[in-house]
């Protein structure tokens, strides 16, 4: 089994900070890559930011010069730091793993999901 546990989110002023952060824990061999989505209410998820094992990101254009994603490949541990928060920040902040896992000499990759943090960036 692979879990998946945020903290961070909460209530913020806009142009206030916020982090978020996950662990990965279970059987796992390697995470390529790692990530943030987030949903506003009436909206499809989207991504904000990825990492990949290597250290490569990826950012949405909303959230360019503004967020900075990071992680701890020995720990499992992604990170969200988000500054200049606005308005149209608020949403369900998600945190996502693509897991490679290892079971007898077989690899299998599959998506795991954390449970979700509230961000509220009020005007």
Same mark, same amino acid.
């Given at each position: ?7 961070? @989110?909460?209530?913020? #002023? =806009?142009? *206030?900070?916020? %982090?978020?952060?996950? $662990?990965?824990?279970? &059987? ?6 790692? @990530?943030?989505?987030? #949903? =506003?209410? *009436?909206?499809? %998820?989207?991504?904000? $930011?990825?990492?990949? &094992? ?16 990071? %992680? ?52």
């Amino acid at each position: 089994q692979v879990q998946l546990v945020e903290s961070g @989110g909460g209530l913020v #002023q =806009a142009g *206030g900070s916020l %982090r978020l952060s996950c $662990a990965v824990s279970g &059987s796992i061999f390697s995470i390529p890559p790692m @990530g943030w989505y987030r #949903q =506003a209410p *009436g909206k499809q %998820r989207e991504l904000v $930011a990825s990492i990949t &094992s290597g250290a490569n990101t990826n950012y949405a254009d909303s959230v360019k010069g503004r967020f900075t994603i990071s %992680r701890d490949n020995a720990k499992n541990l992604v990170a969200l730091q988000m500054n200049s928060l606005k308005p149209e920040d608020t949403a369900v902040y998600f945190c996502h793993a693509a897991v490679l896992r290892e079971s007898g000499g077989y690899f299998t990759m599959a998506d795991y999901w954390g449970q979700g943090t509230q961000v509220t960036v009020s005007s």
